[in-house]
């Protein structure tokens, strides 16, 4: 993927691999600016299964 960044326009080549955790974090090499990569999502998330109480009286 490729990513900009957003002070300077600097782009870069991140691979999806390198992502580790929910995202990535470094550092401009021209402007010094923290760029930040959250990380593609892969996997599905469980569904959340409501709960359904019975509500009893009482
Ligand atoms: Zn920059």
């Given at each position: 993927?490729?990513?900009?960044c957003e002070?300077c ?6 691979e999806?691999?390198?992502i ?12 010094n ?11 599905h998330?469980?569904?959340e ?5 019975a509500?009893?009286?009482?």
């Amino acid at each position: 993927m490729i990513v900009f960044c957003e002070e300077c326009g600097e782009r870069y080549v991140i691979e999806a691999d390198e992502i580790k955790g929910s995202a990535m974090i470094f550092i401009c090499r021209v402007c010094n600016d923290i760029i930040r990569i959250p990380a593609p999502e892969k996997h599905h998330k469980p569904e959340e299964k409501e709960k359904n109480k019975a509500e009893k009286k009482k």
